[in-house]
């Protein structure tokens, strides 16, 4: 069974340019989702092992997304990396919803090959 | 009046629209570039990756080469010495054993091993009939008898993947009261790795038989080494060896029999 990385932001480039970063690196399946409650209900059908959210989006933001998905049996263990354009003053609220790291955008997609890599 | 500002006005609508048409290509052609440059950078990454497992793989079996060529040159010396067995592969393993008690990174050093595998290299160049004597040397032939750590520092001396290996060589007869030889180093003048090689020749000496008496139990040849510290041996070394257990150096003297 392959581990399942899972993508979500509702800028459908950004979901391109993510998937095509990590494509094939680490044997990871990448599914994407384009806003915080199909994350949620793919992350039920498919538990993933590394999770990259999107902090705004409309609807529901990031933050309420990684708390949800935290109350979800199989996105548990999963690592959540937040990815935000604004400052740091999220990221305290991000850490409080369970999320485990924080990259700003623009990332460093080198910081995410690394991530991805690390999880083998 | 008013249908020529019409006119203007939809001329203008027409140019927006095709800069706007202009720029919506020109800012596909960037996001359709970045993505080259991600699938590059990943694909980059990728070689990266197994190129540095490769530098690994390769490490490790130059590594091994290093091993495989100081145990040839070890076994050479040892072939010329009939009783004393596996005598350097013993000291070694004993000596990793008082290294890693001493609590240092010491025993994780190759160079250490290759040292204490080598230690008598230089006694290729030491005749037969001394080598050999069962008297006792004259002072002439333990002149030349005692310049076999130098003679090994010297054979050795090209080689720089030994490095500090060497100057276990060269120190592996040095006594920590300074009375050694060849160059009368006291105290910690004397390679810390020389001076638990010290300990675990000795050790090695008094457990092993030889033609003109048994071999002496661990309670005896503790006995020796703890009255030789701050004398012949390093008192921390000493330490470090007495926490080591009997049971360890009998297993490792049973697996290189």
Same mark, same amino acid.
């Given at each position: 069974?392959? !581990?399942?990385?899972?993508?979500?932001?509702?800028?459908?480039? &950004?979901?391109?340019?993510? %998937?095509?970063?990590?494509?094939?690196?680490?044997?990871?399946?990448?599914?994407?989702?384009?806003?915080?409650?199909?994350?949620?209900?793919?992350?039920?059908?498919?538990?993933?092992?590394?999770?990259?959210?999107?902090?705004?989006?409309?609807?529901?933001?990031?933050?309420?997304?990684?708390?949800?998905?935290?109350?979800?049996?199989?996105? @548990?263990?999963?690592?959540?990396?937040?990815?935000?354009?604004?400052?740091?003053?999220?990221?305290?609220?991000?850490?409080?919803?369970?999320?485990?790291?924080?990259?700003?955008?623009?990332?460093?997609?080198?910081?995410?090959?690394?991530?991805?890599?690390?999880?083998? | 009046?008013?249908?020529?500002?019409?006119?203007?006005?939809?001329?203008?609508?027409?140019?927006?629209?095709?800069?706007?048409?202009?720029?919506?290509?020109?800012?596909?052609?960037?996001?359709?570039?970045?993505?080259?440059?991600?699938?590059?950078?990943?694909?980059?990454?990728?070689?990266?990756?197994?190129?540095?497992?490769?530098?690994?793989?390769?490490?490790?079996?130059?590594?091994?080469?290093?091993?495989?060529?100081?145990?040839?040159?070890?076994?050479?010396?040892?072939?010329?010495?009939?009783?004393?067995?596996?005598?350097?592969?013993?000291?070694?393993?004993? =000596?990793?054993?008082?290294?890693?008690?001493?609590?240092?990174?010491?025993?994780?050093?190759?160079?250490?091993?290759?040292?204490?595998?080598?230690?008598?290299?230089?006694?290729?160049?030491?005749?037969?009939?001394?080598?050999?004597?069962?008297?006792?040397? !004259?002072?002439?032939?333990?002149?030349?008898?005692?310049?076999?750590?130098?003679?090994?520092?010297?054979?050795? %001396?090209?080689?720089?993947?030994?490095?500090?290996?060497?100057?276990?060589?060269?120190?592996?007869?040095?006594?920590?009261? =300074?009375?050694?030889?060849?160059? =009368?180093?006291?105290?910690?003048? &004397?390679?810390?790795?020389?001076?638990?090689?010290?300990?675990?020749?000795?050790?090695?000496?008094?457990?092993?038989?030889?033609?003109?008496?048994?071999?002496?139990?661990?309670?005896?040849? @503790?006995?020796? &080494?703890?009255?030789? !510290?701050?004398?012949?041996?390093?008192?921390?070394?000493?330490?470090?060896?007495?926490?080591?257990?009997?049971?360890?150096?009998?297993?490792?003297?049973?697996?290189?029999?």
């Amino acid at each position: 069974m392959s !581990s399942i990385v899972l993508i979500v932001d509702d800028d459908p480039f &950004i979901r391109k340019l993510i %998937s095509t970063t990590l494509e094939d690196v680490s044997g990871f399946q990448l599914i994407e989702a384009e806003d915080g409650d199909v994350a949620l209900d793919l992350a039920a059908e498919q538990p993933p092992s590394l999770v990259f959210l999107d902090i705004d989006m409309p609807r529901m933001n990031g933050i309420e997304t990684c708390r949800r998905l935290r109350e979800l049996p199989g996105a @548990r263990e999963a690592t959540i990396v937040m990815l935000t354009a604004a400052g740091v003053e999220q990221e305290s609220e991000a850490r409080a919803a369970g999320s485990d790291l924080f990259l700003t955008k623009p990332f460093s997609p080198l910081a995410l090959l690394r991530l991805v890599d690390g999880l083998q | 009046m008013a249908q020529q500002t019409v006119d203007e006005l939809a001329r203008e609508l027409e140019r927006l629209r095709e800069q706007l048409a202009e720029h919506e290509q020109a800012a596909t052609l960037q996001k359709e570039q970045l993505e080259r440059y991600a699938a590059d950078l990943r694909e980059t990454f990728k070689q990266e990756r197994a190129r540095s497992v490769q530098l690994a793989d390769s490490a490790k079996q130059l590594q091994e080469s290093y091993m495989a060529t100081v145990r040839a040159l070890s076994n050479a010396v040892e072939a010329r010495d009939a009783y004393t067995g596996k005598h350097a592969e013993r000291v070694a393993a004993y =000596g990793l054993e008082i290294a890693r008690a001493t609590g240092g990174t010491l025993a994780s050093d190759p160079q250490i091993e290759f040292g204490f595998l080598l230690h008598d290299v230089g006694k290729v160049a030491v005749p037969d009939a001394i080598l050999y004597k069962p008297e006792p040397l !004259s002072h002439e032939e333990r002149m030349l008898m005692e310049r076999h750590p130098v003679t090994g520092f010297e054979i050795l %001396s090209d080689i720089d993947f030994l490095g500090a290996a060497k100057d276990v060589v060269r120190s592996h007869h040095e006594r920590w009261d =300074g009375n050694g030889y060849p160059d =009368g180093l006291a105290g910690e003048e &004397i390679p810390f790795a020389a001076r638990v090689f010290a300990a675990a020749d000795t050790l090695d000496a008094l457990t092993s038989s030889r033609p003109y008496r048994p071999a002496m139990g661990m309670d005896d040849a @503790r006995k020796i &080494i703890a009255a030789g !510290s701050g004398s012949q041996f390093d008192p921390d070394v000493v330490a470090a060896f007495n926490v080591v257990p009997d049971e360890v150096f009998e297993r490792l003297s049973r697996e290189i029999a």
